[in-house]
């Protein structure tokens, strides 16, 4: 692996996992998050 | 502010791994490696990541705002949501294909879902570890598996167990949906979620612990890693690499598939959130997580530990990478040879198993949404109904089986060329027709996180652009070999042909579901008014 890769592979890594933890810590940071916060997982179509 | 107890920590992370678990499938673990190699390697991060930015975030974010707008307005389903913001009935046959790809691709998915369990079970049982380092008796285990040889071959007496574990995962995601999303997702990704992330973590952590391989010391995995991330590799320069436009294709492509962007399924759950409730940070955080699962798990595993015991030249042959091959030829070959490897196979493959059904549940829920609210029906007819429509698809893919032509001609109009429309007409509906200051108001509703000013230019100008310009370039390169192949021939019409017709089958049905709904909410008005 040359020096370029190791930087590249760095980068990325480093790029991906701190936007994921700045996502994770304003959604644990942010009163009522829980309440405001869906995804496809969790949305209940209410059409049962 | 009050300090937050246990309950309110344990559902925040529940709410996180719901986010990111939505997004994590098989693009993640299969795809992106087998992407990134084919394209580049470490170079293939510059279109990946401008693709991110200029499509992925403005894309989800539009497409999660658009669907919230639409709710408001009383509809769900990415018809009546188009009809109502373009204001015309004719609008609504533009949200066609938001029902349409969503259902076609579920077809084809559950069996590569079902491929998965039972490879899983293969690893368990020792079917696949007996076949040992011989990447021609796993190619010919992987070709009668699906059938591959002969079309029906599938429904003979030696693959009743494939065909029967499509049947269960068809079973298993109908059981869930007909339950209702909120008893069946929820509670299934509360469990495989977590289960998921610890898989790949373990498996991760195989692959970096790895020795050398004996025969040859210099497959090791910091060589892996720099077959994937070096920059430059062979005599190729950064600009030969990053002047061809099938690289920005398969970034964008990516992109696409792996956040579940463009073909109508985040539109349809937005619809039925709350006006007050955050689409911004819910997406962004959906997508670093998708960004993470595929970056630093996805980009680790598959093609380091396939480096390591199969050596570069089998990985420099495209054939070996893409990602079908990649998941199912290559990788096996790797498990076999890598000390408890069998575990390790299982673990690997029931981990795509989990993330496939995660993916392959929310992918029939916008026809749902267009059955119940444009027929009048209630959730357990339409989920019968469309139960029976898929089953048919389905069986269509599972039959015509030779060369996996129906799965990849499906494939190819789906997930290729009408989400690539669909995508373009969503940006454009939400930049223009709802327009730079509505569409930042409705951004910013709820919204967890200050949002850019910038943004609606982004959705405006360059997001719609730079999708008409890889649309164009992509059209060129690859629709004339495709629009050859769907043709009559002397035995008759080709498979590329009959899938295409069932297509514009399915398309011509939702047509007439569309227009009926049509009259059905023209009704509705009417009475509303007097």
Not at chain 1, 19 to 35: A, F, H, N, R
Not at chain 2, 82 to 90: A, D
Not at chain 2, 118 to 147: E, M, Q, R
Not at chain 2, 418 to 434: E, K, M, R, S
Request: with cysteine.
């Amino acid at each position: 692996m040359t020096l370029a890769g190791w930087m590249v592979m760095g980068f990325a890594v480093t790029g991906m996992t701190t936007l994921l933890v700045w996502c994770v810590w304003k959604v644990i940071s942010t009163p009522g998050s829980t309440e405001h916060l869906h995804s496809p997982a969790d949305i209940d179509p209410e059409d049962d | 502010m009050s300090a937050p107890n246990k309950d309110s920590w344990n559902s925040r992370f529940g709410v996180i791994l719901a986010v990111m678990g939505s997004a994590v499938g098989l693009g993640n673990f299969l795809r992106f490696p087998g992407q990134a190699a084919q394209n580049g390697g470490g170079l293939f991060m510059i279109p990946y990541l401008v693709a991110f930015l200029i499509v992925g975030i403005p894309l989800a974010w539009s497409e999660w705002a658009l669907g919230r707008y639409g709710g408001k307005q009383g509809h769900n389903s990415a018809p009546g949501i188009f009809s109502s913001v373009l204001g015309s009935s004719k609008g609504s046959y533009l949200g066609m294909l938001g029902t349409v790809m969503p259902l076609l691709i579920y077809t084809y998915y559950v069996i590569l879902e079902a491929l998965c369990l039972y490879f899983a079970w293969s690893f368990l049982n020792g079917a696949i570890p007996a076949l040992g380092a011989n990447a021609d008796k796993i190619t010919g285990f992987v070709v009668t598996s699906l059938g591959m040889g002969e079309n029906g071959s599938m429904f003979t007496d030696k693959q009743f167990t494939m065909l029967g574990l499509v049947l269960l995962c068809f079973v298993i995601n109908f059981t869930m949906i007909y339950r209702g999303l909120s008893q069946g997702i929820e509670k299934f990704c509360a469990w495989a979620m977590p289960l998921l992330v610890v898989c790949a973590f373990l498996v991760l952590f195989r692959v970096l612990t790895l020795p050398p391989n004996p025969a040859h010391p210099e497959q090791n995995i910091v060589n892996g890693l720099g077959f994937l991330w070096n920059p430059i590799q062979g005599d190729s320069t950064i600009w030969d690499t990053l002047s061809r436009p099938s690289v920005w294709l398969a970034a964008t492509g990516q992109i696409f598939f792996s956040l579940s962007l463009g073909f109508g399924l985040i539109l349809t759950y937005a619809s039925y959130l709350k006006p007050d409730d955050d689409v911004c940070l819910s997406s962004l955080t959906s997508a670093s997580g998708n960004g993470f699962c595929e970056v630093v798990l996805g980009g680790m595993i598959a093609i380091p530990a396939a480096f390591i015991f199969l050596g570069p030249a089998f990985l420099s042959n495209p054939d070996n990478i893409g990602t079908f091959s990649l998941g199912f030829m290559t990788l096996p070959n790797v498990f076999n040879q890598m000390p408890a490897g069998q575990f390790f196979g299982f673990l690997f493959f029931f981990l795509l198993f989990l993330a496939a059904v995660t993916s392959s549940l929310s992918m029939l829920q916008p026809s749902i949404a267009l059955l119940e609210e444009g027929l009048g029906l209630n959730r357990k007819r339409s989920v019968t109904l469309l139960g029976g429509i898929s089953l048919i698809g389905t069986g269509f893919i599972t039959y015509y089986s030779k060369g996996l032509t129906a799965l990849d001609t499906v494939d190819f109009w789906m997930a290729n060329f009408f989400i690539f429309i669909f995508a373009t007409v969503q940006t454009l509906i939400f930049g223009w027709v709802i327009g730079e200051k509505k569409g930042y108001e409705e951004l910013s509703a709820g919204a967890e996180i200050s949002v850019p000013r910038g943004v609606m230019f982004m959705i405006r100008f360059v997001s719609p652009a730079y999708l008409l310009v890889i649309f164009a370039l992509w059209c060129k390169e690859s629709l004339p070999g495709r629009l050859a192949d769907i043709r009559i021939t002397e035995k008759g019409p080709t498979v590329a042909l009959l899938s295409l017709g069932f297509i514009l089958g399915v398309m011509a049905l939702f047509t007439l579901v569309i227009a009926k709904a049509n009259r059905r909410w023209k009704n509705e008005k009417v009475e509303d008014d007097i």
